[in-house]
T-cell receptor
Framework: KAGVTQTPRYLIKTRGQQVTLSCSPI?????VSWYQQTPGQGLQFLFEYFSETQRNKGNFPGRFSGRQFSNSRSEMNVSTLELGDSALYLC??????????????FGDGTRLSIL | GENVGLHLPTLSVQEGDNSIINCAYSNSASDYFIWYKQESGKGPQFIIDIRSNMDKRQGQRVTVLLNKTVKHLSLQIAATQPGDSAVYFC????????????FGTGTLLAVQP
């Protein structure tokens, strides 16, 4: 069974640009969550989608947005990029949403560098 | 790696010894906990989970202990191997209608051959 797939693996952008990252969950998983990982802040929750609906959102500015498609694939978008957005962006999928207590499985992330 | 700036606590053990990694969690209402292992250049890998109605759960070479009274979680790795060298994170789920995980800062496990 294929794991969580994130594309692209590496991305270099400049300040002010926007970027879209993609995540394909494990087959059959309907919940997709996004996390940002930086050396200074560690792993921080961005948002969760389940059945194409945003279930929860972390404490990030509105420049960070996401969506989920009917096949459970998800994208996140960051507009007006800032130097501080440089990070590893991780996607995780699980079978169900909150209350189901099922583990989330992570992809290997997209490493975004802002110049 | 992604965690250098956090000045991660480091646990150094000899190959073959047992390792114990500790974690304090923040919310007494959290009802689900997961341990992840992250190797350089990779995403967090699921190791073992435990629900709040349990205080111990065992897997292959790993055991997780949960003490809700003091909000403490530990991961025990038996017969530690060089391949166990990685950063280990505990994560808590607050419960309710969300999968949001709150992660600890991580512990770097260094296994000496």
């Amino acid at each position: 069974k294929a794991g969580v797939t994130q594309t692209p693996r590496y991305l270099i952008k400049t300040r002010g640009q926007q970027v879209t990252l993609s995540c394909s969950p494990i087959s059959g998983h309907r919940s997709v969550s996004w996390y940002q990982q930086t050396p200074g802040q560690g792993l921080q929750f961005l948002f969760e989608y389940f059945s194409e609906t945003q279930r929860n959102k972390g404490n990030f500015p509105g420049r960070f947005s996401g969506r989920q498609f009917s096949n459970s694939r998800s994208e996140m978008n960051v507009s007006t990029l800032e130097l501080g957005d440089s990070a590893l962006y991780l996607c995780a999928s699980s079978l169900g949403s909150g209350g189901s207590n099922q583990p989330q499985h992570f992809g290997d992330g997209t490493r975004l560098s802002i110049l | 790696g992604e965690n250098v700036g956090l000045h991660l606590p480091t646990l150094s053990v000899q190959e073959g010894d047992n390792s114990i990694i500790n974690c304090a969690y923040s919310n007494s209402a959290s009802d689900y906990f997961i341990w992840y292992k992250q190797e350089s250049g990779k995403g967090p890998q699921f190791i073992i989970d435990i629900r709040s109605n349990m205080d111990k759960r065992q897997g292959q070479r790993v055991t997780v202990l949960l003490n809700k009274t003091v909000k403490h979680l530990s991961l025990q790795i038996a017969a530690t191997q060089p391949g166990d060298s990685a950063v280990y994170f505990c994560a808590e789920n607050y419960g309710g209608a969300t999968n949001k995980l709150i992660f600890g800062t991580g512990t770097l496990l260094a296994v000496q051959p």
